[in-house]
């Protein structure tokens, strides 16, 4: 009737997530407001999977997912295979393309380019169909003069990071890389002004900065664009114009009203000339894809015009031909004199983008690179070196 049998329900749901693998990762009874993003991912993927389906569409899965998540979720998708389900599978992720599928279609502006089997076509092949030139040009940056220091964070220590030091200059574009749970994102939070920094200094300009909220990172020059853009960027049911102008309220009020004319102009402007695909300034934003609103943050701080911009991996979730985008929207912020702080996870975006590279682990820096030293072997020695050490000694004694 109209009673919930709680009991068997769980007792039916811990059965399911150790049949699908992720008995480790999920407690069936945590409150979703505490799961993680990728404990969301992996209970959106449950719950397609509990259905009788003979199609399981797959959009962007692994995209919040732990190494040890995706590959349950790859030995998932194996088994479904063999019960004879059909998969979709949409990624951008070219490893995952060639580990998994059998046929690969792409897409672009909403057309079919082409057709492939996975065996007889490489990435080089698919990069070329998806934004209709090679992969060698997606990354333009060529060598750099940065300028005086714009950001100088000096031993700064919260609860997830330890005397971290780093600096970026005016027309440099820095890269933090580390594994997952290196503290770069909880860092990035901290100089934003969402996490309280226990000690240490940050520094705008050689002006120390009292971050207790976020607007005092915004009235010092700071921008931030967050990984979960959807949960903590984006008004994702208000329109583009609102949450491009969203950081600008300050400068185009009139007493208590926002000049309207004013607005959208400056919402039009930053629509046109980052090209965000969208039918008008008011569509819902959550109504565009994930590249174009990655465009929308980015327009929001651009509005701003700050000093340093913090990307917490902006392009996660984009296709290729906005990744080739925003690439250019970085590299025209750095020769505008801007001091630009990406996060990725991505080792060929890390070395593609940054003129250095500092490696985090476990709340610490533990080295930096410049880009002429910098491959995907040094950083990675680097990400894991506190643990490599530590293998090593306990396999001396």
Do not use: C
């Amino acid at each position: 009737g109209r009673l919930l049998d709680r009991a068997a329900l769980r007792e039916r749901m811990r059965t399911d997530l150790a049949r699908l693998g992720f008995d480790r990762d999920l407690d069936p009874d945590t409150v979703g407001s505490k799961l993680t993003a990728a404990q969301r991912q992996l209970v959106e993927i449950m719950r397609a999977l509990t259905t009788d389906a003979k199609v399981i569409a797959f959009d962007e899965p692994t995209s919040s997912l732990s190494d040890h998540e995706t590959e349950s979720l790859f030995a998932l998708i194996g088994r479904l295979r063999e019960r004879g389900l059909a998969v979709i599978y949409v990624s951008h992720r070219m490893r995952e393309i060639f580990q998994l599928a059998d046929r690969v279609a792409v897409l672009r502006d909403g057309a079919l380019v082409g057709v492939r089997a996975i065996a007889e076509t490489d990435d080089q092949e698919i990069v070329r169909m998806m934004v209709g030139r090679d992969l060698s040009t997606l990354f333009a940056r060529g060598p750099s003069a940065p300028g005086r220091v714009v950001l100088d964070v000096d031993a700064v220590t919260t609860d997830d990071v330890r005397d971290v030091s780093l600096q970026v200059r005016a027309g440099e574009v820095v890269a933090l890389a580390g594994l997952v749970g290196a503290g770069r994102s909880e860092l990035a939070g901290a100089l934003a002004g969402d996490h309280p920094i226990r000690s240490g200094a940050v520094r705008v300009d050689g002006k120390q900065l009292r971050l207790r909220q976020p607007r005092d990172a915004v009235r010092a020059g700071i921008g931030y664009a967050p990984e979960e853009r959807k949960a903590q960027a984006l008004l994702l049911h208000r329109g583009v114009r609102d949450n491009i102008s969203l950081a600008m309220l300050d400068h185009l009020r009139r007493l208590r009203f926002v000049k309207a004319g004013e607005e959208r102009r400056l919402a039009q402007h930053y629509v046109d000339s980052l090209r965000v695909r969208t039918p008008s300034i008011e569509q819902e934003v959550r109504k565009l894809s994930g590249g174009n609103q990655q465009k929308v943050v980015l327009a929001r701080w651009l509005a701003r015009k700050p000093k340093v911009l913090i990307l917490d991996e902006p392009t996660r979730g984009v296709d290729v031909g906005a990744k080739a985008e925003i690439y250019r929207i970085i590299e025209e912020l750095a020769e505008a004199g801007v001091a630009v702080l990406v996060i990725s996870s991505e080792l060929p975006e890390v070395l593609g983008l940054a003129d250095r590279i500092v490696v985090m682990q476990h709340g610490r820096v533990t080295g930096e690179l410049d880009r002429s030293a910098a491959s995907e072997e040094a950083i990675l020695a680097l990400a894991m070196a506190a643990d490599l050490t530590s293998n090593t000694s306990r396999g001396n004694q």
